[in-house]
């Protein structure tokens, strides 16, 4: 007995060998016997039929492939969660076509007829190809090979378009440091932060090339099988713009974005600017108060009774008195705040230094330091005291996340600790989206007056609906703002604290409304919340 294989390589030689009779008509009878020592198959005598003996031994061979290829079944919920559409209905064959999202690809599957049912007609793949409109990309030696030996239950491509090419987005090289934090270097062996190691003022000069951005690419169109075109979609412009004291140059291929002046690089805002920066060695008599439109670095000291006043950030070197510094951006002390109480630190940005004593310090974002000794500190993210000591003692810290390596003293110094969301922004969340509310409420009242006034009061209802409405606006726009600063707070911050080391007695930890008086010496701990409830974890 001759199997399947070795059959299927005697047809092949047979194709191969015998060119003199490849042409030769087979008559029906001849058909017939042929078929009959293949006894694996099923086959249709109809469509053997007036073929010459190369037509059918490539249709033998069609029908071996068809047993070989493993056939993946396609159920109902298969083709409805495509574009698809059948045609024909049982118990005959049926032929189901499908669509890909961009109608790049159509997919073609023949159902096997059932009892007493009829093998789909020669013509009707292309009669559907044409009925569906579809007429680039189409296989024709599928569509010749299925229409001749239909191939069933199994999925196939019948006819590709070409995918359109999205263009690659533009890129930006910043040739400065983007990501820069007034950070302690920390020693990789000792792990203890060195606050006088803050990185320095990153300064450009003149005609230096602060960004190196590449352009977007165009896209590539492709064609569906329907002959459309597909819009291959530009690639996306790079997110940074020229800000103060800097300008755009064109140069080939790339832009750049170059500095107009010397002073210091901020990047803020998707815009790289320039910073002047004001240098003095110490605030003192000599130099009054200072109030600059750019940042103030400070070689020396800052005395007790001066004002530091920067739009951009503030940078000593030496130790802050009993001063006050403000800044709308950040403050670094690397030589520490020593105050008597009455030193005033205020930043829109983060506060650094290396040690905080006897001061009032606030943040709209991070404070770091080695220790605070008898402050109030208070900062809308994270407070984090990291280095040779680590410690809490005295005062009163508020944050959202509060990390030390100790917290008190063995004295029991009394130390407050505060654990919450910005109360100011939480209340003006909480206000702005009632006067929303109310608004809203108010402007719908308003538009259903407006469709019964008469024509001598409706202009003045349109124009206070107007109003009504522009208020409504602002405040919606207010909340989505109020609502995002929020967002990135708690993106930033995992509210709670964390004790590497020692939690000493005397230390009350306000959490949110919540009152807690800590009585005894605790080792490494944390005060968090655990699926909605305050916990203390060892």
């Known amino acids: 007995m001759i199997n399947m294989s070795e059959r299927q390589s005697l047809l092949e030689c047979m194709l191969q060998e015998a060119s003199d009779i490849q042409r030769v008509e087979l008559s029906h009878d001849e058909v017939k016997a042929l078929l009959a020592k293949t006894p694996e198959f099923e086959f249709d005598l109809e469509k053997y039929g007036e073929i010459t003996v190369k037509e059918f031994f490539s249709l033998i061979l069609q029908e071996m492939e068809s047993k070989k290829v493993p056939v993946v079944k396609e159920t109902k919920n298969d083709f409805e969660a495509k574009r698809s559409m059948v045609f024909g209905a049982l118990p005959d064959s049926t032929v189901k076509v499908d669509f890909d999202e961009n109608n790049v690809k159509m997919g073609i599957y023949i159902t096997q007829p059932k009892i007493r049912g009829k093998k789909i007609p020669h013509e009707m793949i292309s009669s559907i190809l044409e009925e569906c409109g579809v007429t680039y990309g189409i296989k024709e030696a599928y569509v010749k090979r299925l229409s001749r030996a239909p191939v069933y239950n199994t999925h196939f491509i019948i006819a590709e378009g070409i995918p359109a090419v999205a263009g690659e987005d533009g890129k930006v090289e910043f040739q400065f440091n983007v990501g820069q934090k007034w950070m302690p270097k920390v020693d990789p062996v000792t792990g203890i932060a060195d606050y006088k190691e803050l990185m320095h003022v990153e300064q450009a000069k003149e005609n230096d090339v602060l960004c190196r951005i590449t352009k977007p690419t165009a896209g590539k169109d492709g064609i569906d099988v329907f002959g459309n075109v597909i819009e291959g979609k530009a690639g996306v412009k790079a997110r940074v713009d020229a800000g103060k004291d800097t300008k755009v140059v064109e140069d080939g291929a790339e832009t750049l974005i170059v500095a107009c002046a010397e002073g210091e690089i901020l990047f803020r805002n998707d815009k790289v600017s320039i910073n002047k920066v004001m240098v003095v060695n110490d605030v003192d008599g000599t130099t009054g108060n200072l109030n600059f439109i750019g940042s103030i670095y400070v070689k020396g000291n800052v005395h007790s009774g001066f004002k530091v006043k920067a739009s951009g950030n503030i940078i000593v070197d030496g130790v802050v008195e009993d001063a006050k510094l403000s800044s709308s951006n950040d403050i670094v002390v690397r030589g520490g705040i020593k105050g008597s109480g009455l030193s005033e630190i205020e930043a829109r940005g983060e506060v650094s230094a290396l040690f905080i004593e006897h001061a009032n310090v606030f943040a709209k974002k991070n404070i770091y330091a080695d220790y605070v000794l008898n402050s109030n500190i208070e900062s809308e993210q994270k407070i984090k005291l990291s280095g040779k000591y680590g410690f809490i003692i005295g005062g009163k810290a508020k944050a959202v996340e509060i990390l030390a390596s100790e917290v008190g003293n063995s004295a029991y110094n009394l130390t407050k600790l505060e654990v919450n969301y910005p109360k100011e922004l939480v209340k003006d969340i909480t206000d702005t989206k009632k006067e929303w ?102």
């Open 437 to 538: 509310k109310e608004c809203k409420k108010a402007v719908e009242e308003q538009e259903r007056k407006v469709k019964l006034k008469d024509a001598e009061k409706l202009e003045e209802a349109k124009v206070s609906l107007f109003q009504t409405r522009m208020a409504e606006k602002r405040l919606e726009t207010k909340l989505i703002q109020l609502e995002g600063r929020l967002a990135e707070i708690k993106k930033s911050a995992t509210i709670g604290i964390y004790i590497e080391k020692q939690l000493y007695p005397n230390v009350t930890i306000l959490m949110e409304n919540r009152n807690y008086h800590n009585k005894e010496l605790k080792q490494k701990c944390s005060v968090r919340k655990i699926e909605g409830k305050w916990k203390i974890k060892y």
